[in-house]
């Protein structure tokens, strides 16, 4: 089991540009979580995706999308790219129980550079 | 409002020591709270989970606990090696499956 992967590790852009970075789950896993990281901090709730819907979001701007597709994976989409969002992104996965909670697996991360 | 503080922010001990890293919750009402490690620019790897019924859980070197009406949670490492050097994450679960972070005790442990 590979766990939870995410492409690239490091990516470098230009403010105005737009990114998207990729989330594969650990197996067995159908939801997704995708968390962002500035340095320093803890890192804060974007949104999860279960089914293919934003099942809920965190206080992010809608320049913040994503998307799930059939087989579970997932797509972070950031527009018109700000200085400020500039961070680690992680995305973790997870399977969800409505009766329970279910440990959250996190991936190595996304260093996303805004210049 | 949810949130989550971690203190200290830093230490620095040497090795063999053992430690306490400490971590608040403002809302009682937690489903969980779970422990991080990160190492430099990498991922979170879970170390420890306690459900909101326990008191404490235990791996290895490490054992946190959880103490639901004063808020708090600590992490206890035992006899601390270097290895251990990283930054420690808590985070607490509430009725929305998203977890609310602090923002990390960073320790550093040397020979």
């Known amino acids: 089991d590979a766990g939870v992967t995410q492409s690239p590790t490091h990516l470098i852009k230009t403010r105005g540009q737009q990114v998207t970075l990729r989330c594969s789950p650990k197996?067995?896993?159908?939801?997704v979580s995708w968390y962002q990281q500035a340095l320093g901090q803890g890192p804060q709730f974007i949104f999860q995706y279960y089914e293919e819907e934003e099942r809920q979001r965190g206080n992010f701007p809608d320049r913040f999308s994503g998307h799930q597709f059939p087989n579970y994976s997932s797509e972070l989409n950031v527009n018109a790219l700000l200085l400020g969002d500039s961070a680690l992104y992680l995305c973790?996965?997870?399977?969800?129980?409505?009766?329970?909670?279910?440990?959250?697996?996190f991936g190595p991360g996304t260093r996303l550079t805004v210049l | 409002k949810q949130e989550v503080t971690q203190i200290p922010a830093a230490l620095s001990v040497p090795e063999g020591e053992n430690l306490v890293l400490n971590c608040s919750f403002t809302d009682s009402a937690i489903y969980n709270l779970q422990w991080f490690r990160q190492d430099p620019g990498k991922g979170l790897t879970s170390l420890l989970l306690?459900?909101?019924?326990?008191r404490e859980q235990t791996s290895g070197r490490l054992n946190a606990s959880l103490d639901k009406s004063s808020g708090r949670s600590t992490l206890y490492i035992a006899a601390s090696q270097p290895g251990d050097s990283a930054t420690y994450l808590c985070a607490a679960l509430y009725n929305t499956d998203k977890l609310i972070f602090g923002t990390g005790t960073r320790l550093q442990v040397f020979p």
């Open positions: 197996s067995g896993h159908d939801t």
């Open positions: 306690i459900q909101s019924s326990q």
């Open positions: 973790a996965s997870s399977f969800l129980d409505r009766g329970a909670y279910n440990e959250q697996f």
